[in-house]
């Protein structure tokens, strides 16, 4: 075997990358990480550096991680701030650190991959070979975020410490329309819904729904300049860092786009004024950025929500994962889903303190999500 540690996707052949994902994971795919070190989403100006693990056996690509050294936390949606302060105030360093997760994407997926049958070997060789790089180039620590539930298990029982925290996941009960989906809801959130849809198709909003399924449906140059401009807007609102592009969406659409979906809202009089993006998998929906020019009464639900749910339901997909965060998704009928990440502390005089954190915020997650009151009528 050979292990190589690669500064650029690219150095690593694409289609034997893509072989190694399960369910067509869009953000997992050699595509949509080479536009983003294309279009300088990953660079110096967001502490992102490229560093990913490729593993061959006869010059066949057996195994890879997407690996990152990072100098800030910025775009982790894992925050370890705390952390990171209690080293300064130490007088150590806490960055750079090694992360394995996808930029600015807290979505859950693979993060070790490998051939389906060489788990047990290659598994225990990607942990080492971190750990080894780690040290060998003084970083603090690796953190492998939104892993997948099989890897978490597996890391944890090599040591790792693991945290949880809660997002909030739309699951597809067989429905064959809208309808039946509102049919399984409370009394209370069946109206409010239908009340927030209404009013969006009072104020004469127009969704287009563009996913590349054909040339009449799939988005133009115009159409990414808009969105690109809406989603700048939403990070100078929120005195945030944009760090995608105009460049990075048009490539990623133009390499994947099958996966790639996105929402654009026009008034009567022809102008687009907000879009939502999302991106799919074999199974599920991921809803990812959003922005507008101008406020419209609950359009932000009909474009993130509501549409991705019907979309779902067209599709067939089992799952919808809207992003980070946001209790208010319960009352349109997502639930509460367990996310987790894993940690290994690089000689850190803070392990044990950061353990006993770890087992306390766990245990805070559950509580925070058995608390929870379901939005449907059986539970």
């Not at 690796?142 to 925290?165: K, N, P, T, V």
């Not at 040339?215 to 005195?239: C, G, I, L, M, V």
């Not at 919808?320 to 290994?344: D, M, N, V, Y």
Request: hydrophobic letters at 30%; glycine letters at 4%; a negative charge.
């Amino acid at each position: 075997m050979r292990i190589n540690i690669h500064s650029e996707i690219q150095q690593i052949p694409a289609n034997e990358w893509n072989s190694l994902i399960n369910d067509n994971n869009p953000f997992l795919r050699h595509e949509f990480l080479t536009a983003l070190e294309n279009n300088d989403c990953v660079s110096d100006e967001f502490g992102w550096h490229p560093c990913h693990i490729a593993i061959y056996e006869d010059d066949e690509l057996i195994a890879g991680m997407p690996l990152y050294s990072k100098m800030n936390s910025y775009g982790e949606f894992v925050f370890d701030h705390a952390w990171a302060d209690a080293y300064q105030r130490n007088n150590l360093s806490y960055f750079p650190k090694l992360v394995s997760s996808i930029p600015y994407t807290p979505a859950s997926g693979q993060r070790l991959l490998c051939k389906s049958d060489r788990k047990d070997e290659v598994f225990p060789l990607l942990i080492q070979t971190i750990q080894n790089f780690a040290q060998q180039q003084d970083y603090s620590s690796f953190h492998c975020l939104f892993s997948q539930s099989d890897e978490q298990d597996w890391m944890e029982d090599y040591g790792l410490l693991a945290r949880h925290d809660c997002q909030f996941h739309w699951h597809n009960q067989d429905y064959s329309c809208f309808d039946d989906f509102l049919a399984k809801l409370d009394k209370r959130k069946r109206k409010n819904i239908r009340q927030e849809r209404r009013r969006v198709a009072q104020q004469e909003i127009t969704l287009r729904v563009l996913d590349g399924s054909s040339p009449s449906n799939t988005a133009t140059n115009r159409d990414w300049k808009d969105f690109a401009r809406f989603y700048q807007q939403t990070f100078a609102e929120k005195h945030g860092t944009a760090t995608l592009n105009e460049g990075f969406f048009k490539e990623v659409a133009k390499n994947l786009p099958d996966q790639t979906i996105l929402v654009l809202a026009d008034t009567p009089d022809g102008r687009c004024i907000a879009g939502s993006l999302m991106f799919t998998s074999d199974t599920t929906l991921y809803g990812r950025h959003w922005g507008c020019s101008e406020q419209i009464d609950k359009l932000h639900f009909e474009a993130c929500y509501y549409q991705g749910i019907e979309y779902c339901i067209k599709h067939k997909l089992q799952t919808f994962e809207p992003g980070a965060q946001g209790e208010h998704k319960i009352a349109r009928g997502f639930i509460p889903t367990l996310t987790r990440s894993s940690h290994w502390l690089n000689n850190s005089p803070f392990e044990e303190s950061i353990k006993n954190f770890t087992q306390h915020e766990q245990d805070g997650v559950a509580h925070y999500m058995k608390s929870l009151k379901s939005p449907y009528k059986d539970c």
